[in-house]
């Protein structure tokens, strides 16, 4: 059983006590743990016994993982999870390589989900207002307010006037709370999500009768997008960026993109083409788009671009590849009061090209956003708010008076509402004017389902027992409808008894009983169908009328943030924008014209004007936007939140009007405002460095016609005496002895495990990684696994700064002086002939992404001059670093041409330390398998030599060799696009060893004689 939910006793407790103390949590372990999931305690459950660990629970071994398979909650797609505990607690998740969704993909976001659950800002338990301050209550006492309000506006015959906004989510929930809804005379609830794309759900609705086709990349030749970002926060990212990936890794077969928008996102920049059209022109592109290739739409293709102010040429190529080069995939998102109308005639184009049921498939739909209620309805329920006519609202997971456009007058509607819950975990915008606040268990922590696709089934359960004395939202429901909901009970139920009901067991009753959900839980996944939400009822949109200004001012969701629910996960904020680089930070996105024009430099702050209201941020000079365009991301600007989100950035949802699409009832993500010099400047949060690549070939690429000819190398400059770079076979370097080289004393004794007869046969193996930029994408999902493995450090939350300059304080302060700890970074390059700050604007301009790490050199720069020892090679190829060695010189940094190491300026690992990054019990989340480096050591990547050793150990244990593809690198894992690949680079069965042979690999610095064992394969141009 778990404490957390049993209800006075240890509620009572936690009203004296703020924290959780891990000495608390291991006082239960040995009864509860991990176990806990699979057995499935009832909430009224005592601690009656405790056990020494010693005797460990069952399925619980002292150090041994257990592995559970779950869904993810992060967004709506639902992929499928693996997540590792060990000794009870959650210490990593992954992607499921069996669910359908993801195939073992997992974003940034989804990783992160672990920094939600041991999140130091969560509710400890259930909290009341008294007095103007929330102050912490019992489970009992909150349950029997709850049930008190709800009863009181039933007897009243107010019922009606309940509104319950909750977070969307797959899955029964949604019909479980409108069932609790019901018996209490009031209206079904809104399912509400900021960031999904409801202009484009409905125009599907009414295109193709469903809300989310399957959408094939690889049959496509050409792929277009009006706007949406299909890399990023629109749609299922994950799955498609696999399947975007897949299309492109067929290299001379892969599909041609582009990419229509006024701002170049993460997916212009990996498309083939960009057409930067102006806001609110898409339309009169498809139509002389369809004219120009079906003769059935109007307009001309010179008219069309002319309103759109774009060159006719990409125009015309573009008509040209849609009529010679099928079949074709187009999608689209837009934004504004015809934003429906729009993707409707897109939809009409994607139909007469013959699309339909070859790259886009209704047959096959995705059920992830079924029963979404429309930005408008949830903005007409704070204008009942606001008119008196809602006296309880419930809110659970969302935040619209953060997200809202015009959040501010909404937080004013729900300030007037009588009696306000919030089954929140976290202190929100939105919970912080609530009344009753009855945190929910993390997803982690909870029984549930999802319904991806149709008859598939994908689970919850919980990975571990709850962190802090929360409840799960449905027990709570539950507990509410039962006769004496609330009444305060002092002793713990008979032992054995079972409790009236709980959500698992509603959840188990709809999948077949005990036996059935049993069988499925190693999987997560089963046949069946969870129980369907009513369909929304529409709601009239509400029009802003025309803007005005200067300026298209673009607010979009931000890749890492969302709509800024990842504010208080300090790895999200952290992971720089793919596109801009910027951590932290929000920053105004200008063209340098326009930034000339206005005479601003990068840094200086802007103030960005609307009708509405306006932000003041510094500007960044991004050459992949329009002159007359403002781009600012959402995510930051929080009031509330928690530590990590509080004060960070601005936000840029307060300066759009309150209007939405005539047909779905989508905000608006567009309108017009001014731009003005303020004064003053910021440092930029960034970890940018050039932004292009001044020649030196880190980030390579190959035209279509080049590889097809087979003009795949690069052309050396081989100097008079120069020594050769070849490599000796299996990507050994000719070099010592000790560097599995040849140029070494052959009759040396001293060789030891270097010593390729050893027996231990480790020499034998030359660890590598190959990194396809033809896949990646950009999206950094690596680094976040990167982080959440090898216990890497946040450095720029507020506290974490050097304090004795006052300039350099604040979020972000480490990394504005290149403190920043991430050991695999993406560095992003434009390819362009001068600085970015002095380019006109021209929309044909090359990007490209590569993953930096360390290099794992043959012939390492770092080793020879470490005056401790603390670097050395290692028999089977790694360049290792000694954390216990290091006395922190940094001579091996100033060596490493790659510049992939990592200095501990600040006690980040150490408790004692104000700059401390894992607050408790953040620090539960942290990898036992790999040390916390304490202040003064330089740290870096070693391709996970945990999990090497982990697998060499154990198939020592089973008396057998390691078999080739046995298990991989974080990094490697998470990668949505499959880029990277590791493996021994010495043994031919493993993959990775035919790829170091690829037609388009290459070495980054080569002509450094470095030796490397990362192989980058070249990106391929279409």
Not at 102 to 117: D, E, I, K, P, V
Not at 149 to 159: F, T, W
Not at 466 to 486: E, H, S, Y
Not at 860 to 876: F, L
């Given at each position: 059983?778990?404490?957390?939910d049993?209800?006075?006793?240890?509620?009572?407790?936690?009203?004296?006590?703020?924290g959780v103390?891990r000495?608390?949590?291991?006082?239960?372990?040995?009864?509860?743990?991990?176990?806990?999931?699979?057995?499935a305690?009832?909430?009224?459950?005592?601690?009656?016994?405790?056990?020494p660990f010693?005797a460990?629970?069952?399925?619980?071994?002292?150090?041994?993982?257990?592995?559970?398979?779950?869904?993810?909650?992060e967004?709506?797609?639902?992929?499928?999870?693996?997540?590792?505990?060990?000794d009870g607690?959650?210490i990593?998740?992954?992607?499921?390589?069996?669910?359908?969704v993801?195939?073992?993909?997992?974003?940034?976001?989804?990783?992160?989900?672990?920094?939600?659950?041991y999140?130091?800002?969560?509710?400890r338990?259930?909290?009341?207002r008294?007095?103007?301050?929330?102050?912490?209550?019992?489970?009992?006492?909150?349950?029997q307010?709850?049930?008190q309000?709800?009863?009181?506006?039933?007897?009243?015959?107010?019922?009606a006037?309940?509104?319950?906004?909750?977070?969307?989510?797959?899955?029964?929930?949604?019909?479980?709370?409108?069932?609790?809804?019901?018996?209490?005379?009031?209206p079904?609830?809104?399912?509400?999500?900021?960031?999904?794309?409801?202009?484009?759900l409905?125009?599907?609705?009414?295109?193709?009768?469903?809300a989310?086709?399957k959408?094939?990349?690889?049959?496509?030749?050409?792929?277009v997008?009006?706007?949406?970002?299909?890399?990023?926060?629109?749609?299922?990212?994950?799955?498609?960026q696999?399947?975007?990936?897949?299309?492109?890794?067929?290299?001379?077969?892969?599909?041609?993109?582009?990419?229509i928008?006024s701002r170049?996102?993460?997916?212009?920049?990996?498309?083939?083409?960009w057409?930067?059209?102006?806001?609110?022109?898409?339309?009169?592109?498809?139509d002389?788009l369809?004219?120009?290739?079906t003769?059935?739409g109007?307009?001309?293709?010179?008219?069309?671009?002319?309103?759109?102010?774009?060159d006719?040429k990409?125009?015309?190529?573009?008509?040209?590849?849609?009529?010679?080069?099928?079949?074709?995939?187009?999608m689209?998102?837009?934004?504004?009061e015809?934003?429906?109308?729009?993707?409707a005639?897109?939809?009409?184009?994607?139909?007469?090209?013959?699309?339909?049921?070859?790259?886009?498939?209704?047959?096959e739909?995705s059920?992830?956003?079924?029963?979404?209620?429309s930005?408008?309805?949830?903005?007409?329920?704070?204008?009942?708010?606001?008119a008196?006519?809602?006296?309880v609202?419930?809110?659970?997971g969302?935040?619209?008076?953060?997200?809202?456009?015009g959040?501010a007058?909404?937080?004013?509607a729900?300030a007037?509402?009588a009696f306000?819950?919030?089954?929140?975990?976290?202190?929100d915008?939105t919970?912080?004017?609530?009344?009753?606040?009855?945190p929910?268990?993390h997803?982690?922590?909870?029984?549930?389902?999802?319904?991806p696709?149709?008859?598939?089934?994908?689970?919850?359960?919980?990975?571990m027992?709850?962190?802090?004395?929360?409840?799960?939202?449905?027990?709570?429901?539950?507990?509410?409808?039962?006769?004496?909901?609330?009444?305060?009970?002092k002793?713990?139920?008979?032992a054995?008894?079972?409790?009236?009901?709980?959500?698992?067991a509603?959840i188990?009753?709809?999948?077949?009983?005990?036996?059935?959900?049993?069988?499925?839980?190693p999987?997560?996944m089963?046949?069946?169908?969870?129980?369907?939400t009513?369909?929304?009822?529409?709601?009239?949109?509400k029009?802003?009328?025309?803007?005005t200004?200067d300026?298209?001012?673009?607010?979009?969701?931000?890749?890492a943030?969302?709509?800024?629910r990842?504010?208080?996960?300090?790895?999200?904020?952290e992971?720089?924008?793919?596109?801009?680089?910027?951590?932290?930070?929000?920053v105004?996105?200008?063209?340098?014209?326009?930034?000339?024009?206005?005479?601003?430099?990068?840094?200086?702050?802007?103030?960005?004007?609307?009708?509405?209201?306006s932000?003041?941020?510094?500007?960044?000079l991004?050459?992949?936007?329009?002159?007359?365009v403002?781009?600012i991301?959402?995510?930051?600007?929080?009031t509330?939140y928690g530590?990590?989100?509080?004060g960070?950035?601005?936000?840029a949802v307060?300066?759009?009007?309150?209007?939405e699409d005539a047909?779905?009832?989508?905000?608006?993500?567009?309108?017009?405002?001014?731009?003005?010099?303020?004064?003053?400047a910021?440092?930029?949060i960034?970890?940018?460095?050039?932004?292009?690549?001044?020649?030196?070939?880190?980030?390579?690429a190959?035209?279509?016609?080049?590889?097809?000819a087979?003009?795949t190398?690069d052309?050396?400059?081989?100097?008079?005496g120069?020594?050769?770079?070849?490599?000796?076979?299996?990507l050994?370097?000719?070099?010592?002895?000790?560097?599995?080289?040849?140029?070494g004393?052959?009759?040396?004794?001293?060789q030891?495990?270097?010593?390729?007869n050893?027996w231990?046969?480790?020499?034998?193996?030359?660890?590598?990684?190959?990194?396809?930029?033809?896949r990646?994408?950009?999206?950094?999902?690596?680094?976040?696994?990167?982080?959440?493995?090898?216990?890497?450090?946040?450095v720029?939350?507020?506290?974490?700064g050097?304090r004795?300059?006052?300039?350099?304080?604040?979020?972000?302060?480490?990394?504005?002086?290149?403190?920043?700890?991430?050991?695999?970074?993406?560095?992003?390059?434009f390819?362009?002939?001068?600085?970015p700050?002095?380019?006109v604007?021209n929309?044909?301009?090359?990007?490209?992404?590569?993953?930096m790490?360390?290099?794992?050199?043959?012939n390492?720069?770092?080793?020879?001059?470490?005056?401790?020892?603390?670097?050395?090679?290692?028999?089977?190829g790694?360049n290792v670093?000694?954390?216990?060695?290091?006395?922190g010189t940094r001579?091996?940094?100033?060596?490493c041409?790659?510049?992939v190491?990592?200095?501990?300026?600040?006690?980040?690992g150490?408790?004692?330390?104000?700059q401390y990054?894992?607050?408790?019990?953040?620090n539960?989340?942290l990898?036992?398998?790999?040390?916390?480096?304490?202040?003064?050591v330089m740290?870096?990547?070693?391709?996970?030599?945990?999990?090497?050793?982990?697998?060499?150990?154990?198939?020592?244990l089973?008396?057998?060799?390691l078999?080739?593809d046995?298990?991989?690198?974080?990094?490697?894992?998470?990668?949505?696009?499959?880029?990277?690949?590791f493996?021994?680079a010495?043994?031919?069965k493993?993959?990775?060893?035919?790829?170091?042979?690829?037609?388009?690999?290459?070495?980054?610095?080569?002509?450094l004689?470095t030796?490397?064992a990362v192989?980058?394969?070249k990106?391929?141009?279409?």
């Open positions: 059983m778990s404490p957390h049993s209800d006075s006793a240890v509620a009572d407790t936690n009203e004296n006590n703020t103390k000495r608390d949590f291991l006082k239960v372990l040995g009864v509860s743990g991990a176990a806990a999931a699979a057995t305690c009832y909430p009224n459950d005592q601690v009656e016994k405790l056990i010693v460990s629970p069952d399925n619980t071994v002292p150090g041994v993982s257990s592995y559970y398979a779950t869904t993810c909650r967004c709506a797609a639902g992929c499928g999870i693996i997540v590792e505990t060990r607690r959650a990593k998740i992954e992607g499921n390589p069996d669910h359908p993801n195939r073992g993909a997992l974003c940034g976001r989804g990783q992160s989900a672990l920094q939600g659950l999140n130091p800002d969560r509710f338990g259930p909290m009341m008294e007095s103007g301050k929330l102050v912490p209550i019992t489970w009992d006492r909150g349950i307010l709850l049930a309000k709800l009863g009181e506006a039933k007897s009243k015959g107010q019922g006037n309940v509104v319950f906004i909750n977070q969307h989510e797959q899955g029964s929930m949604g019909a479980f709370i409108d069932q609790f809804l019901a018996g209490f005379g009031s079904a609830h809104l399912s509400y999500d900021a960031e999904a794309p409801l202009a484009t409905a125009a599907n609705r009414a295109s193709y009768s469903v989310w086709p959408l094939d990349f690889a049959a496509a030749k050409v792929i997008s009006f706007g949406a970002d299909y890399l990023e926060t629109w749609g299922l990212s994950v799955p498609q696999i399947a975007f990936a897949d299309a492109r890794a067929k290299l001379d077969g892969g599909p041609k993109a582009y990419y928008a170049r996102s993460l997916t212009g920049l990996n498309s083939d083409t057409i930067p059209a102006k806001p609110g022109s898409t339309k009169g592109i498809v002389a369809l004219a120009a290739v003769g059935k109007t307009g001309g293709l010179k008219a069309a671009a002319d309103a759109a102010g774009i006719v990409q125009l015309e190529q573009l008509a040209k590849d849609l009529q010679t080069s099928k079949p074709s995939l187009l689209a998102d837009q934004h504004g015809t934003a429906t109308e729009t993707i005639a897109i939809n009409e184009l994607n139909k007469a090209l013959g699309n339909v049921g070859v790259t886009t498939k209704p047959g739909p059920l992830a956003f079924e029963g979404l209620a930005h408008a309805a949830v903005r007409d329920a704070g204008d009942r708010m606001a008196g006519k809602v006296t609202a419930l809110v659970r969302a935040n619209p008076a953060y997200t809202m456009q959040g007058k909404f937080a004013d729900f007037k509402v306000k819950v919030s089954f929140s975990s976290y202190p915008e919970t912080q004017l609530c009344d009753l606040v009855l929910d268990h997803s982690l922590e909870s029984w549930g389902d999802a319904e696709s149709k008859g598939l089934l994908s689970l919850l359960q919980p990975t027992d709850p962190v802090f004395n929360t409840r799960a939202t449905g027990d709570v429901l539950l507990a509410v409808m039962q006769p004496n909901a609330g009444a305060e009970t002793t713990a139920p008979p054995g008894a079972k409790p009236l009901g709980d959500y698992r509603w188990t009753s709809r999948t077949g009983g005990v036996a059935s959900i049993t069988k499925a839980l999987t997560a089963m046949s069946g169908s969870a129980l369907a009513a369909a929304p009822k529409a709601v009239a949109s029009s802003a009328g025309a803007a200004g300026y298209f001012l673009r607010v979009y969701h931000s890749p943030l969302g709509d800024g990842g504010a208080n996960k300090p790895w999200l904020q992971l720089p924008d793919p596109v801009t680089k910027i951590a932290w930070q929000t105004v996105e200008l063209h340098p014209e326009t930034a000339t024009k206005l005479g601003l430099e990068e840094g200086e702050l802007a103030t960005v004007e609307t009708k509405q209201g932000v003041t941020a510094p500007v960044y991004y050459i992949g936007i329009r002159p007359d403002v781009a991301a959402t995510g930051r600007g929080h509330a530590r990590y989100a509080d960070c950035g601005v936000s307060s300066l759009l009007p309150v209007s047909r779905s009832g989508a905000a608006a993500g567009v309108t017009k405002c001014t731009v003005r010099k303020t004064g003053g910021m440092r930029l960034t970890t940018e460095g050039a932004g292009r690549q001044h020649g030196r070939g880190i980030a390579r190959v035209t279509v016609a080049q590889l097809v087979g003009d190398k052309e050396k400059e081989v100097f008079v120069q020594a050769s770079n070849d490599f000796l076979p299996g050994r370097s000719p070099v010592a002895n000790d560097a599995q080289g040849d140029l004393d052959p009759k040396s004794k001293d030891g495990q270097y010593d390729p050893h231990s046969g480790v020499a034998k193996r030359r660890w590598a990684m190959t990194i396809d930029l033809a990646c994408t950009g999206c950094a999902a690596c680094v976040t696994a990167c982080y959440s493995e090898n216990n890497i450090p946040t720029g939350a507020p506290w974490q050097p004795v300059m006052p300039d350099r304080t604040g979020f972000g302060a480490n990394i504005t002086r290149s403190r920043e700890m991430a050991w695999i970074r993406l560095e992003r390059y390819e362009i002939d001068r600085e700050k002095d380019v604007f929309p044909e301009f090359d990007t490209r992404v590569i993953p790490l360390c290099q794992q050199c043959g390492a720069p770092c080793e020879p001059v470490c005056p401790v020892y603390a670097t050395y090679h290692s028999p089977d790694l670093q000694v954390y216990n060695r290091c006395v001579y091996c940094s100033n060596n041409p790659y510049k190491r990592y200095f501990n300026w600040f006690g980040y150490e408790p004692n330390r104000t990054a894992f607050p408790e019990p953040l539960w989340q990898n036992p398998d790999v040390t916390v480096r304490s202040k003064g740290e870096k990547c070693t391709f996970c030599v945990q999990r090497i050793k982990e697998a060499e150990n154990r198939a020592t089973e008396k057998r060799e078999q080739p046995e298990f991989t690198v974080a990094c490697a894992q998470a990668c949505p696009s499959r880029a990277i690949v493996g021994d010495a043994d031919p493993w993959s990775v060893s035919k790829l170091v042979n690829d037609e388009r690999a290459y070495h980054v610095f080569e002509e004689n030796y490397t192989v980058y394969l990106k391929v141009t279409h």
